[in-house]
């Protein structure tokens, strides 16, 4: 499960922990969680959203931030339990990241 930044790579400066993606070993009969970490190394506000092509087998949590300077945010996945007889998913996730505008910043505060 590999993880596609959607971020301007010019306005927002994204890590994404693990670099190598998630991996949700077999058997997949029970629910299996990992952690995600997003920080934001840039200077400016960022928000993020993630996506998924099967909503219906993950729980993310959360979704969706926002994310100061230097600011981290751990994020909960976790893949529901799944027939073990169904083939290995080949799911994917989508990371969408794009700087807040100054009347975004002043709304929120």
């Given at each position: 499960?590999?993880f ?22 077999p ?13 934001n ?15 219906t ?14 600011q ?6 976790t ?24 009347d ?6």
């Open positions: 499960f590999f596609r930044e959607m971020a301007e790579q010019l306005e927002v400066q994204l890590s994404i922990l693990p670099k190598e993606g998630l991996y949700f070993p058997p997949l009969d029970k629910s299996i969680e990992n952690t995600l970490e997003l920080k190394d840039g200077n400016k506000v960022i928000t993020y959203k993630i996506k998924t092509t099967a909503p087998h993950y729980h993310v949590k959360p979704r969706m931030g926002i994310l100061i300077a230097g981290h945010s751990k994020v909960k996945i893949l529901r339990a799944q027939d073990p007889k169904a083939p290995i998913p080949q799911h994917k996730f989508q990371i969408e990241a794009r700087p807040l505008t100054q975004e910043v002043n709304e929120m505060t």
